[in-house]
């Protein structure tokens, strides 16, 4: 039996709007043991807010409530704030879907990534700045010691995403939550950021928790997959057999992809059944 890391049960997310409230994520209930679990589905189907939700970091005045939330038997919806930025720093890392709003402005890369590796580790400045610059070749990042010096905003999208990488795997955290990690990355970089997650579950144990769009990319490196349509599990399934997939949304989405071997001139439209969501939660705004 693989051992379970976290176990989710009936997570709901929550916005108060004008017209009523808002539900974002409904009910969802999963479990990560030591794995590459994928979350794939359509923009707005509430993967990310899944992947905040579990480290309570929906904004007010979203509200999340959930049966639970437990990393290896400990609740964490029972934390107080304070323990649950220990938890934060250290058991569950996540890599946001916009790296450079995680980053801090106005401090060098450098600085932070030193800042974080002594935060963990009792470690001098010199031996902390050796240890960041080989973090940042390991994501890949050739010219390390000019990034070290240079600030948030003269990174590009993908050059952030690595770093922040980098950076959520210095306290070796049990579980990673991946939101979109590769999309801003070209191929052959995207490959390498992989690698190194892929590691990590493999060598360490860690859960990984990887949200994308890209269905060949989850079916390829995923081990299982939720596939969320209007923030419900629609369904799950191992990843290699993704597009073997019964669910008339998974297949809409499968089949609306764009094929090489079997172009088409056209993508195919979803089609969609308000079975699969029950009532919309809110009524009157379509
Ligand atoms: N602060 C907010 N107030 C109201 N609704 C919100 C708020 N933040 C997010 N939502 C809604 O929650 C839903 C789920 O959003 P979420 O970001 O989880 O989608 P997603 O699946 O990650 O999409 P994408 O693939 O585009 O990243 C969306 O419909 C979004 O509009
Ligand atoms: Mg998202």
Same mark, same amino acid.
């Given at each position: 039996m693989m051992s379970t890391l976290l176990d989710v049960q009936n997570l709901w997310v929550r916005f108060p709007t004008r017209n009523g409230v808002f539900d974002a994520v409904r009910g969802v209930s999963f479990t990560?043991?030591?794995?590459?679990?994928g979350i794939v589905g359509e923009s707005?189907?509430?993967?990310?807010?899944?992947?905040?939700a579990i480290l309570r970091l929906i904004r007010p005045p979203g509200i999340v409530e959930a049966d639970q939330i437990s990393l290896e038997g400990q609740d964490l919806m029972k934390l107080s704030e304070k323990d649950m930025?220990?938890?934060?720093?250290?058991?569950?890392?996540?890599v946001m879907q916009d790296p450079k709003f995680?980053?801090?402005?106005?401090?060098?890369?450098g600085d932070q990534i030193i800042e974080a590796y002594r935060l963990h580790n009792s470690a001098s400045k010199a031996d902390a700045?050796?240890?960041?610059?080989?973090?940042?070749?390991?994501?890949?990042?050739?010219?390390?010691?000019?990034?070290?010096?240079?600030?948030p905003h003269e990174m590009s999208g993908g050059m952030g995403q690595r770093?922040?990488?980098?950076?959520? &795997?210095?306290?070796? %955290? @049990?579980?990673?939550?991946?939101?979109?990690?590769?999309?801003?990355?070209?191929?052959s970089v995207q490959r390498q950021v992989l690698d190194i997650m892929d590691k990590l579950v493999k060598e360490r144990g860690m859960g990984l928790i990887f949200i994308s769009h890209d269905l060949n990319l989850v079916a390829d490196f995923c081990d299982r997959v939720l596939?969320?349509?209007?923030?419900?599990?629609?369904e799950v399934c191992d990843a290699d057999k993704l597009h073997e997939a019964k669910h008339p949304y998974t297949r809409g989405l499968l089949n609306?992809?764009?094929?090489?071997?079997?172009?088409?001139?056209?993508?195919?439209? &979803?089609?969609?059944? %308000? @079975?699969w969501s029950e009532a919309p939660s809110v009524s009157g705004s379509e």
């Open positions: 990560l043991g030591r794995e590459r679990l707005g189907s509430g993967k990310s807010m899944t992947g905040r930025r220990a938890v934060r720093g250290q058991r569950i890392s996540m995680s980053l801090n402005p106005v401090m060098t890369i700045y050796n240890k960041s610059l080989e973090m940042l070749e390991a994501v890949s990042i050739r010219d390390a010691e000019r990034v070290m010096r240079a600030y770093i922040m990488i980098a950076m959520m &795997l210095i306290p070796n %955290p @049990e579980i990673l939550i991946a939101d979109e990690p590769t999309s801003a990355l070209d191929v596939i969320m349509y209007s923030g419900r599990i629609v609306s992809l764009p094929r090489l071997d079997a172009p088409r001139d056209r993508l195919e439209v &979803l089609e969609r059944d %308000p @079975e």
